[in-house]
């Protein structure tokens, strides 16, 4: 048993025991920044999307994949909608920054994904090859300016595509990719140890925008997460305790589909360094850091450390399957058969813009529609499929790895009550009768949320030990970014339906387990999703930027 089981454990009872150390307090005056900043790296700035206007929600999460090819616009377009600043907003809300917010330096400025907390701690790095418009060499994001900054100049893919090891498809063929890092100070500053549980969910949400953006346009998202993230990390300069690479996202480039393969000769890609030798060369910048005082947390570095064992030793779905089987609740009555789900077919882009955080604004005035729950549900459900467009392990058919669960307080034509959703028939079936109003508030340990007052409250639950058990820590990011993307599918669904959403990790998971009957399945509850409809007339500012 590895150390990650402990740490999913201790995540789990943090509501009761909390977690080392205990009374650790966040100096805000001394926070990092949002992203990492490069004074003295170049600039090259980014185009918007050249897409058409139509691509909707329901094309973005239901609709067939396809292998179209990535070019600059469409690119610019995806880091935009997904991480790039979109505007500065202001709300009266029960959230906790409230007194801060009108202060430019405290803006809270809005982007398409969400991020646990607001700290967007995700570094995006192109690695970019021949084919693409640029240089060949490694960029860095910068999300304020929405641009690329050049970190290092030459033809760096054949040591990604050596990293992936073999790989069939786009992901030995790409020499256009996208990796994910986390800087672990940018979360660990507020979130302490818990940090390593967020940032691996937040890594799941911003793929999950992706997919559901590319999807919308006729392009394919494969995420990996499963490579030589040692060899990664030395390229782009990362020091091990500090910082983690959580994905690798391999792009089909246009101008590479639409060009014969290249032969050998003079002008070839030049060959990867051997495994475990130097690689030729690695980004020397250093960020600006903002934090005067910057430490680690020995939580958060065991538990990257256990989740580096095994990098490279990607698992079969054959053997996530099985950890994936799970024995049926106990139901009290037939199963309730949802209506047929409202279509989402707000475009992604005005969805992504329209996505935010209710934050204690939920009325029981209103109750919410059957069809709104029902596609609410199937998009979680959809959401959860990260691994579908990818070769990293996803039983195709199989078990889902989340299953969902809903306490309704008030949907039309749906009693009040927890129940289980059955994917498949887009049914719930019942686990336990009444309203569960009383349980919710009184398991929910911040003052930001009025649970009682949303529609519904949805419930994701993964086998956590299980997955563990089946394909080693590093298991604990497929379980957390796949959570995730369930929240970002369910917040751009609701932006889709004109729903209100709240996404939170401040409950007591072990009541939950016991009040849904998953603590003898071993089932983890790992967030909370509300739904529900807002007071009216909110005293709202925003200020759109892109």
Known sequence: MGYAHGYANAVMQRGRVPMEPADFVPDWADR??????????????????????????????????????????????????????????????ANS????????????????????????????????????????????????????????????????RAALGERPGVAAESDQFLVLGVKF?????????????????????????????????????????????????????FSPEEEGVFAVVPLRWQSRLDAPPPTAGPDAVPAAAPSGSPVPARVRLTDR?????????????????????????????????GALERPALPTTGAPLPLPPARPLALGVREALRARRSSFGRFTGTRPVAAEDLAATLAAAAAGADLGGDGPDPRPSGGPPLAGLYVFVNRV?????????????????RPLKPGPPGAFLQSNYFLSNYNLEQAGAVIVPAVPTAAVLDAVGDRGLRLVNAAVGAISQ????????????????????????AEELGLDGPGETPLLIMMIGHERPQPADFSHAIA
């Open 289 to 321: 850091e903002r934090s005067r005082r910057v430490f680690g947390f020995e939580t958060v570095r065991r538990i990257h450390a256990a989740t580096l064992e095994r990098a490279t030793d990607r698992p079969t779905p054959a053997a996530l399957a």
């Open 185 to 237: 100070w940018q979360n660990a500053f507020k979130y302490n140890s818990f940090s390593y549980h967020v940032v691996a969910m937040d890594i799941g949400a911003l793929l999950g925008t992706w997919r559901l953006w590319a999807r919308a346009r006729g392009l394919r998202i494969g995420p990996l997460l499963w490579f030589d993230e040692a060899r990664i990390g030395r390229l782009l300069g």
């Open 97 to 160: 920054d409230l007194g801060t917010l009108p202060h430019y330096t405290h803006a809270n400025w809005s982007r398409g994904t969400a991020s646990g907390g607001g700290l967007y701690p995700i570094g995006i790095h192109w690695v970019a090859g021949p084919s693409g418009p640029l240089t060949p060499g490694i960029y860095h994001y910068a999300t304020p300016h929405h641009s690329m900054q050049r970190l290092l100049t030459g033809d760096l893919t054949p040591e990604i």
């Open 32 to 93: 990092p920044r949002k992203g990492k900043f490069f004074p003295q790296a170049e600039d090259f700035p980014l185009p918007d999307s050249d897409a058409p206007p139509t691509a909707t929600v329901e094309q973005g999460l239901f609709g067939p994949a396809a292998d179209g090819g990535f070019t600059l616009s469409l690119l610019g377009g995806m880091l935009q909608d997904s991480y790039g600043l979109t505007g500065r907003r202001l709300a009266v809300h």
């Open 489 to 512: 599918a369910v917040y751009t669904a609701s932006a889709a339906l004109g729903l209100a959403c709240g996404v939170a990790l401040g409950f007591d998971c072990v009541s939950y």
């Open 412 to 428: 039309e034509g749906v009693p009040a009550g927890t129940y289980g959703y059955d994917a498949p028939s887009g049914s719930l």
